[in-house]
């Protein structure tokens, strides 16, 4: 089992929709969590952290639920321009005692007209 | 705030050559940089993780002494393919941490092509 999964999508929906993607991590002794978004052939540019008391940026909400071991983002109201790929991010906790961040595959949305 | 840059941007070689790339942080001390490597299509694949004044940390199945780190200072790691092959060719990506700070800042890639 891969340490943090995404379902890696498409996601094709219409202007104005709301979305939501999940991940989820393995190691329950994870620290910080991000979710990143990576347009096609750039740099991943970060987007939010996620705490366990949620975090709303405008349209963006994360969540962080450590019971069930997943993180969430939350799209409303889609625009065109959200079409990217987002990465979830967890640092995991490495056996030399650092935190090592950890990408999952990335989830493709694609906003369309 | 936050800004890393990377240097080259792209660069094209000969097989058995050598590249490398530069990572700075621009406004900030980074105590910690990453190096990732990133075939098209596929996820952000972590090769190594360069503290300032120690040796760099490998993943495994990356050859430390092919991928050279050196973080020599608190504002500049950098990466050198040694003896380069057309397989090395991918897009390569750094990041940067504060101290103390959890997320990373990445640099803006250097596509690397090797002929």
């Known amino acids: 089992r891969k340490e943090v999964e995404q379902d890696p999508g498409p996601f094709n929906v219409p202007e104005g929709a709301t979305v939501a993607f999940n991940c989820t991590y393995s190691?329950?002794?994870?620290?910080?969590f991000f979710w990143y978004r990576q347009d096609c052939r750039k740099e991943p540019k970060l987007l939010m952290s996620?705490?366990?008391s949620g975090n709303e940026d405008g349209r963006f909400t994360a969540q962080l639920n450590r019971a069930s071991q997943y993180i969430s983002l939350l799209i409303r109201d889609s625009k065109l321009s959200d079409s990217a790929t987002y990465l979830c991010v967890v640092n995991v906790h490495s056996s030399g005692g650092s935190y090592i961040p950890t990408f999952g595959r990335g989830t493709s949305l694609i906003v369309h007209p | 705030g936050a800004v890393v840059s990377q240097h080259p941007s792209w660069v094209i070689c000969k097989s058995g050559t050598s590249v490398k790339i530069e990572c700075r942080s621009l406004?900030?001390?980074?105590?910690?940089m990453f190096w990732y490597r990133q075939f098209p299509k596929q996820s952000l694949m972590l090769m190594a993780t360069s503290n300032e004044g120690s040796k760099a940390t490998y993943e495994q199945g990356v050859e430390k002494d092919k991928f050279l780190i050196n973080h020599a200072s608190l504002t500049l790691s950098t990466l050198t393919v040694t003896s380069a092959h057309p397989e090395d060719s991918s897009f390569y990506i750094c990041?940067?941490?504060?101290?103390?700070?959890?997320?990373?800042?990445f640099g803006p890639g250097t596509r690397l092509t090797v002929t």
């Open positions: 406004d900030f001390q980074a105590t910690t």
């Open positions: 996620v705490y366990s």
């Open positions: 190691n329950s002794a994870s620290q910080s």
């Open positions: 990041s940067a941490r504060l101290a103390g700070h959890y997320e990373q800042y």
